[in-house]
């Protein structure tokens, strides 16, 4: 029979105040935003980040119920907060300089937003029982996240279209990439809930849980990961012996073996399955060349703007028209190879500085510095298990720091809520008020900062709730636009871009709309919006197109000339060459013309339209025999096109082939235009 020690204190059960309810408010957040999917909207982050500003409202209406439950509402206030907000002051003053300012401030109300977060949290965490709740909420969605991935790696549910094995994983993520990412954040904290469980089952279950969890992240094949985690471990072995927890460790010793055995062996099967490579290797097998342009690009975008950066959120914004003007640089001639568009630099600390500039730079300094302090004096003064929970913390923030400087999980909401999260319980009173000041209101300021907080909740949750259905309504046009219903497309993106705070995309696939409607006319204008929020091949091509059939031959060739200095993908190039030549027959250049089109046949052989335009052109000039050849030329691909089309047509169920139809169509008329320029051949 067990005896209560002499001298311990009974422990009496809790009631369920409003601090326990803000901790299950936060752990409800925590545990649904990895694995939301929303469907019919266009992006899992996007979905994720906007959900978020909602949930994010209502933990903070929570938090502020505290001005009124009590006489004062005494707020801790970690220094760290200082220079975040100090960034978030950068970002605000980088909107003088932002080419697209609503995507700036919604940036910006992010930023806000997950500081906000992190201050809440290292507000209303107290004791042990908190830690790992939150944790645990953590570890139970990266769980069924990484189910879910595996079960789309095996095949017994849908993943990525088309694909198979590693490439069909998307989970709740939408990128493997960033499902291996957030278990690679938790491997460490994790091990938290290892050492606060008090039954063998319990720990039993979560060595399990961690052990699943590591294998889907090797699963996943990650590299930037695997670097990165060996790193870490490195670094934690080190902190282990600076700031001993013997006991703990001690306590756990079998537990901590059988979980340390388990990943080894996993990581040694890994490696032999996938010898490492060596670091020129790893680079170049990873995209480290693209990597490369990326950051070179943010450089060049700092250079011009070293104060206050391009404007929070508008890398990607920049990045098309900036791409042009480097590729033509000496530096720039190195990278002549095609690059689709970026929305991030793989690179979170570039990105910061091109968008932020030097004031973001000092801040983002200013946050390692104090964030670095915050966590060394934290682990000095704490005893043995506290100072071993708050390595591991270290563990996980650290994890995410080091993925940083080749990725972009600042710029994911899942990934960034491990962040927050592992900074908030580190800076919580869990583990005391180191580098923290205390900011007590009474009366009616208590109140007023919590009627500030509904005010500014309610505003963002309903621009929120406009966004998502703006997004809705945007991926149901682009349906529409694939159907070939042009007007009711064209209505409801004129709906979506009504109700979309920062529309970006919309505008293109409005164009897109139009174009097939006739109105080029507002088809160039909505191109020419599209291309301050939203640039990339595909916008550029199609607006020099537009600026070609306006006859606007100056416009178009300037649209070119930055498309072309892309490096664009072989699609692209061919129809951007291919409208080159059609303005010098336009413009009754036709030694140029000629000439454009026949390296544009040589380079690409079976571009179909490019051997139609050369036929005739050569018919204008007399040239029959080669007329004849290049006119056949293009009529036996575009037959062996129709075959191909006609034997997808057999095998596509019909509520799915009206694009396949359609196609059809194209090319038969294709054929009999060419069988007629055949036939007026002397």
């Known amino acids: 029979m067990r005896t209560r020690r002499k001298g311990a204190k009974k422990l009496l059960p809790r009631k369920f105040t409003l601090e326990r309810l803000q901790i299950l408010a936060i752990c409800v957040a925590l545990f649904m935003i990895p694995l939301l999917m929303w469907p019919g909207l266009t992006d899992y982050n996007y979905a994720k980040c906007i959900v978020g500003l909602i949930f994010i409202s209502c933990l903070l209406v929570l938090w502020g119920w505290t001005a009124w439950r009590r006489p004062t509402w005494t707020i801790r206030v970690p220094w760290l907060l200082i220079p975040a907000v100090g960034l978030i002051l950068a970002g605000a003053l980088s909107l003088i300089q932002a080419a697209d300012a609503r995507v700036a401030i919604q940036s910006l109300v992010l930023l806000t937003y997950f500081v906000l977060l992190l201050w809440m949290i290292a507000n209303v965490v107290r004791d042990e029982r908190d830690v790992q709740w939150i944790l645990g909420a953590l570890l139970a969605s990266a769980l069924l996240a990484a189910l879910y991935g595996a079960l789309q790696y095996f095949g017994v549910v849908p993943g990525a279209p088309n694909a198979t094995g590693v490439n069909a994983i998307v989970s709740c993520m939408g990128n493997r990439n960033h499902l291996g990412a957030i278990l690679f954040y938790l491997f460490y904290p994790s091990i938290i809930l290892l050492i606060g469980a008090k039954q063998p089952i319990g720990k039993a279950i979560i060595v399990v849980g961690i052990c699943a969890m590591f294998a889907v992240m090797l699963l996943v094949k990650q590299t930037a990961t695997r670097v990165a985690l ?47 490579e060596s670091p020129a290797e790893l680079w170049e097998n990873n995209s480290g060349t693209a990597r490369a342009w990326f950051w070179l690009i943010g450089a060049e975008m700092l250079a011009d703007h070293p104060a206050v950066g391009v404007g929070l959120g508008n890398y990607k914004v920049n990045f098309f028209p900036y791409k042009a003007e480097f590729a033509t640089t000496e530096r720039g001639r190195i990278f002549d190879f095609p690059i689709l568009r970026v929305t991030q630099a793989h690179n979170d600390y570039v990105q910061t500085v091109a968008e932020l500039g030097g004031l973001g730079l000092l801040m983002l300094l200013a946050i390692l510095i104090v964030l670095g302090s915050s966590l060394w004096i934290r682990l000095r003064q704490n005893d043995e298990r506290d100072r071993l929970d708050l390595l591991l913390l270290t563990g996980g923030i650290l994890s995410f720091l080091a993925h940083s400087v080749v990725s972009f ?245 019909v509520s799915e082939a009206k694009l396949i139809r359609d196609e059809i169509e194209t090319l038969n008329g294709q054929r009999d235009h060419v069988i007629r320029q055949l036939g007026d051949l002397p």
Request: charged residues 15%.
């Open 409 to 653: 999980p600042a710029h994911v909401a899942s990934s960034s809520l491990m962040l927050i999260v592992f900074c908030g319980l580190a800076l919580s009173p869990r583990f005391g008020d180191t580098l923290t000041f205390r900011w007590t209101l009474t009366g009616w300021k208590a109140k007023s900062v919590h009627l500030g907080f509904i005010v500014i909740s309610l505003i963002v949750s309903t621009f929120a709730m406009f966004d998502l259905r703006a997004n809705w309504l945007m991926e149901r046009g682009f349906d529409r636009i694939q159907a070939g219903l042009y007007a009711s497309a064209e209505l409801q993106l004129q709906q979506s871009l009504a109700l979309d705070f920062a529309p970006r995309q919309t505008y293109y696939y409005l164009a897109i709309a139009q174009i097939q409607l006739g109105n080029l006319e507002q088809a160039e204008a909505n191109l020419e919006q599209c291309m301050t929020t939203f640039s990339d091949d595909r916008v550029y091509l199609t607006y020099a197109d537009v600026k070609m059939k306006r006859g606007k031959w100056d416009e178009a060739q300037a649209a070119l000339d930055v498309l072309l200095a892309t490096h664009p993908d072989s699609s692209v190039e061919q129809q951007a060459r291919y409208i080159e030549a059609v303005i010098s027959i336009n413009q009754r250049q036709f030694d140029q013309a000629f000439q454009s089109l026949t390296a544009l046949v040589l380079d690409y052989p079976t571009f179909e339209p490019g051997l139609v335009a050369l036929g005739q052109l050569c018919a204008a000039q007399g040239l029959t025999g080669m007329a004849r050849n290049y006119l056949e030329s293009a009529l036996n691909l575009i037959e062996a096109s129709l075959d191909a089309a006609y034997g997808r047509l057999e095998s596509t169920p």
């Open 230 to 276: 060996t790193l870490v471990t490195v670094a934690l072995l080190i902190g282990s012996f600076v700031f001993r927890s013997t006991k703990p460790l001690r306590a756990n010793r079998w537990w901590l073996i059988a979980l340390a055995i388990a990943v080894l062996s996993m990581s040694l099967f890994t490696a032999i399955r996938s010898p490492m």
